[in-house]
């Protein structure tokens, strides 16, 4: 069973930066792939950023490309989603997804069998 909670999320002024968390929650080592996700009202939820839990290729939506940086620890089983330059249409629920291996990389939200709670991300000009 794989649980994730994400934080960190709030409200800042375009330009400022925020720091998403995401614990996953799991007996064994996370050898998942692992998604950032967001949803803004009245929108489909899209891929933000991908990385494979172990490290290795970062893939990233080509809106937040050079602003925002997934990285994994592994020891605090925390991915994390540092996100800078933010803009107003930024502005949405934010998610982590974790899937099994292989062939990580930005996918489609149905392929995600494990979603955090959400924490929002609001963004004000």
């Known amino acids: 069973q794989v649980q994730l909670v994400e934080s960190g999320g709030g409200s800042v002024q375009a330009g400022g930066s925020l720091r998403l968390s995401c614990i996953v929650s799991?007996?064994?080592?996370?050898?998942?792939?692992m998604e950032w996700f967001r949803q803004a009202p009245g929108k489909e939820r899209e891929g933000v950023a991908s990385?494979?839990?172990?490290?290795?290729?970062?893939l990233y939506a080509d809106s937040v490309k050079g602003r925002f940086h997934i990285s994994p620890d592994s020891a605090k089983k925390t991915v994390f989603l540092e996100m800078n330059m933010l803009r107003p249409e930024d502005t949405a629920m934010y998610y982590c997804?974790?899937?099994?291996?292989?062939?990580?990389?930005?996918?489609?939200?149905?392929?995600?069998?494990?979603w955090g709670q959400g924490t929002q991300v609001t963004v004000s000009s």
């Open positions: 799991t007996n064994t080592y996370p050898r998942y792939c």
């Open positions: 990385v494979y839990f172990g490290g290795g290729t970062t």
């Open positions: 997804a974790a899937r099994d291996p292989p062939g990580c990389g930005m996918a489609a939200p149905g392929l995600y069998p494990y």
